[in-house]
């Protein structure tokens, strides 16, 4: 059986990626049953320790209103990212992993949770306690998630993902990649509407 798959390399604190989440959502609801589809976590700030200065964060900002203006996505600027914030994205996608060693089929809503608090709620997803309330509203045990997301299977799990992304050649989120029996091959690199993808994808469905 020739299998297709579609890798989606994200970062739940991507700004770009939470542009990009109606697109995906729509991809997996419209080619779910037709392939199969997976994510890797790709790292976007993974163990950064030092708080993040004022000229930084309006740098982002400025990101966060350009996703918003192209992608009609909701953001609250006012207050994002207070002063002290240690931008991070190691926590968020651990608990990502997290998800997915006890359900799978978690790991997509949990994801979409984790960028709806960070960037319409302003809850700080790097911390523990935030991830491992989002588990429970997602349906996962809140006491079995805090166990698999501190351990070290998680935390080597995670690491993984990262490094597999780099080696597959993809600095920049979100990417999507459609693999089967003859290779791989970028759909896209960075955010393209729904519309603009759906021909490669029917393409290479009757391929």
């Known amino acids: 059986m020739n299998e297709k798959t579609l890798w989606y390399i994200a970062d739940p604190m991507c700004s770009w990626c939470w542009g990009f989440s109606p697109v995906i959502e729509a991809i997996r609801c419209e080619y779910g049953v037709r392939l199969k589809m997976e994510l890797l976590l790709g790292g976007l700030r993974p163990g950064t320790k030092e708080p993040m200065p004022s000229t ?17 996505q909701p953001f609250r600027f006012e207050g994002a990212m207070p002063s002290g914030f240690i931008y991070d994205t190691e926590p968020a996608s651990r608990g990502v992993v997290a998800a997915s060693i006890i359900n799978s089929d978690t790991v997509f809503p949990f994801f979409k949770a984790v960028q709806s608090a960070f960037y319409i709620e302003q ?3 790097t911390t523990a306690v935030v991830l491992t309330r989002l588990a429970a509203d997602t349906g996962l045990d809140a006491h079995h ?7 070290d299977i998680a935390r080597s799990q995670t690491l993984g993902h990262f490094q597999e992304a780099r080696q597959w050649g993809v600095h920049g989120f979100p990417a999507v990649i459609m693999q089967d029996a003859t290779g791989c091959r970028v759909l896209t690199g960075g955010y393209r509407p729904l519309e603009e993808l759906r021909l490669k994808l029917d393409n290479w469905l009757k391929g």
């Open 123 to 125: 809850q700080d997803v």
């Open 145 to 151: 998630f805090l166990q698999v997301f501190e351990s």
């Open 56 to 72: 930084q964060r309006e740098a982002i900002l400025r990101h966060w209103q350009a996703v918003h203006r192209l992608t009609g």
